[in-house]
């Protein structure tokens, strides 16, 4: 099974930082990778899709990046709603697997 | 409105049997490729299954691989997931999650369940 390797594994940023989430495949996954939000006690919510394809609704301020093995989540300006566990899934091959989770909090 | 609703969920024992069901609305479940997602209390997500549209092919992660299988029932909208030999380290929320797939190479899960609670324990 393909590894996906997030990092860092916790972040504490101020309202209106930049924040850069990365995320490493073990193998080339083409940009088969998506990034979901998941805030406590909720399910997850779909945030970006093949790499950089931002899903409708979501806020212009989350981008993605990347191709191959390295992926970048940022959001451009911290908002305090944006507190929640970040998860990058790749869907290149079956099974299909998450990465172990990026926690953010605000400073 | 389009949504996923789980149920099934509870507390078994080591070794016995569950089923999981996750019924559809505002959408036919049948013209998507839908998925199961755990998450162990206080632990990350975890893929676990996929039935896919069309083609019904089946596929599981190495930790649920026969003992695990997806099913659905187009009459009912539902998805299901039958879980047997349960064990200590099934204990999670279960989620279905549909795979909006918006091209033929993209998948996006795009609507998920609330989640469904399984407890293994003695």
């Known amino acids: 099974a393909i590894q996906m390797t997030q990092s860092p594994s916790s972040l504490s940023a101020s309202v209106g930082d930049r924040v850069t989430i990365a995320c490493r495949a073990s193998q080339g996954i083409r940009n088969d990778l998506g990034w979901y939000q998941q805030k406590p006690g909720k399910a997850p919510d779909l945030l970006i899709y093949?790499?950089?394809t931002l899903q409708s609704g979501v806020p212009s301020r989350f981008s993605g990046s990347g191709s191959g093995t390295d992926f970048t989540l940022t959001i451009s300006s911290l908002q305090p709603e944006d507190v929640a566990t970040y998860y990058c899934l790749q869907d290149y091959s079956y099974p299909f697997t998450f990465g172990q989770g990026t926690k953010l909090e605000i400073k | 409105e389009v949504q996923l609703v789980e149920s099934g969920g509870g507390l078994v024992q080591p070794g016995g049997s569950l089923r999981l069901s996750c019924e559809a609305s505002?959408?036919?479940?049948?013209?998507?490729?839908m998925n199961w997602v755990r998450q162990a209390p206080g632990q990350g997500l975890e893929w676990i299954s996929v039935i896919e549209k069309i083609t019904d092919g089946k596929y599981y992660a190495d930790s649920v691989k026969g003992r695990f299988t997806v099913s659905r029932d187009s009459g009912r909208n539902s998805l299901y997931l039958h879980m047997d030999n349960l064990r200590v380290d099934d204990t999670a929320v279960y989620y279905c999650?549909?795979?909006?797939?918006?091209?033929?190479?993209?998948?996006?899960?795009?609507?998920w369940g609330q989640g469904t609670m399984v407890t293994v324990s003695s």
């Open positions: 505002g959408f036919t479940l049948r013209s998507f490729s």
């Open positions: 999650a549909r795979d909006l797939r918006p091209t033929d190479l993209q998948e996006a899960f795009d609507i």
């Open positions: 093949a790499a950089s």
